[in-house]
């Protein structure tokens, strides 16, 4: 086995979940192809002395071709199996591993809207307990053919894209990790207790109240890799607009050019220049889904370039995204929706954030 994965694995159950003797840990990947990971995180975690399970998908086309022919309603109905894991383990590992991160773009939209019920199920658990504090989750990503197609990249480089991301080609990949906590800490602790941000550049111009919300210090333990701090904003707070300026995919689908008009929190106008039709039908989804859960800046400098797999692109150094959707409670976000949409705004062409009338952020870089 490369001795990366190895690596990764060790971090991640030893320093991003710290597996504690006697603890239930779920390993759970999305396709077959991650299967390398899941076999070294098993091991990690019965090191750590972790009672560990693991649980494995068919691959996206495999199982899109099966369940072509399904009921939608069972479709639409909780994995019973995950939804006793996700109830009572108490650290979960998801390994995103796609080997055609695409493949549900061509899919009819209503067997998308099953699925989602489905996973938007899982999710409502892992946020609520995540946000109570009776779960630790980590989402990493292993490397794949597919996902080194949709960057533009060989297997070779993609793979090392995803461990210098993790930092897992570092002598110490936690102390790297550490520093970034510290550094990340400095921010939260400045933005505590503030009220007001203003985010204005050339493709956004947005307010919002940030009165009694919490920023949370992402490095290296719920996502890894890593780098961003967030909040959930006032619910009702937002005003403005924003232009994205990468690609949004949500559910296989790309949309190019979202552009989203913020009213006293709700998004009141949206369009894109591609795929219009579908990010306004996911805006439709429910109430909450015109609200946005999450305010973040990114901060991963080792994450340069775009590569179509959100649990990079959103720990882009100089960039913020929001996601459209459920709030984290843990923020004290209140709001609630089966859509949690991260979308891209990049910063580094003259972008600013003001913070209570206090310029804390220029360029992509931050000034306090």
Not at 151 to 173: I, N, R, T
Not at 213 to 242: K, M, Q, Y
Not at 273 to 289: M, V, W, Y
Request: with cysteine.
């Amino acid at each position: 086995m490369d001795t990366r994965i190895t690596k990764m694995a060790e971090v991640i159950i030893n320093y991003s979940l710290a597996v504690q003797p006697g603890e239930r840990v779920l390993i759970r990947s999305t396709s077959p192809a991650g299967e390398p990971l899941a076999q070294a995180l098993y091991q990690a975690a019965l090191q750590a002395g972790g009672q560990a399970f693991t649980y494995i998908h068919l691959r996206d086309e495999d199982a899109l071709a099966i369940e072509a022919s399904g009921n939608l309603e069972l479709l639409a109905e909780i994995n019973p199996m995950l939804k006793l894991m996700y109830e009572s383990c108490d650290a979960l590992v998801r390994i995103e591993a796609s080997e055609n991160p695409r493949a549900l773009s061509g899919y009819p939209a209503d067997r998308q809207t099953a699925r989602s019920a489905a996973h938007a199920a899982i999710i409502s658990i892992q946020m609520e307990r995540e946000g109570n504090g009776s779960l630790r989750r980590c989402t990493t990503q292993f490397p794949t053919n597919g996902y080194a197609q949709a960057a533009g990249m060989s297997l070779q480089q993609y793979e090392q894209f995803v461990f210098e991301a993790c930092k897992v080609h570092l002598p110490d990949p936690v102390a790297a990790w550490r520093e970034v906590e510290a550094r990340q800490q400095r921010l939260v602790d400045f933005l505590a207790g503030k009220q007001h941000i203003h985010v204005r550049g050339q493709n956004i111009n947005l307010e919002m109240s940030i009165a009694g919300r919490t920023f949370l210090n992402a490095s290296g333990r719920s996502n890894f890799p890593d780098g961003e701090i967030f909040t959930g904003p006032v619910e009702d707070s937002v005003n403005g607009w924003v232009k994205f300026t990468y690609p949004a995919y949500y559910r296989a689908n790309e949309v190019i050019g979202a552009e989203l008009t913020f009213e006293n929190g709700l998004v009141t106008k949206a369009t894109a220049a591609k795929n219009e039709a579908f990010l306004l039908a996911t805006l439709d989804t429910d109430p909450g889904a015109r609200r946005l859960g999450e305010f973040a800046i990114g901060t991963n400098r080792d994450i340069q370039q775009f590569t179509g797999a959100i649990l990079f692109d959103e720990k882009i150094g100089g960039t913020v995204h929001m996601a459209v959707g459920q709030g984290y409670p843990e923020t004290g976000s209140t709001n609630r929706s089966l859509v949690h949409w991260d979308m891209i705004c990049d910063m580094r062409d003259g972008g600013e954030i003001v913070v209570d009338g206090e310029l804390f952020y220029k360029n992509g870089d931050f000034l306090i």
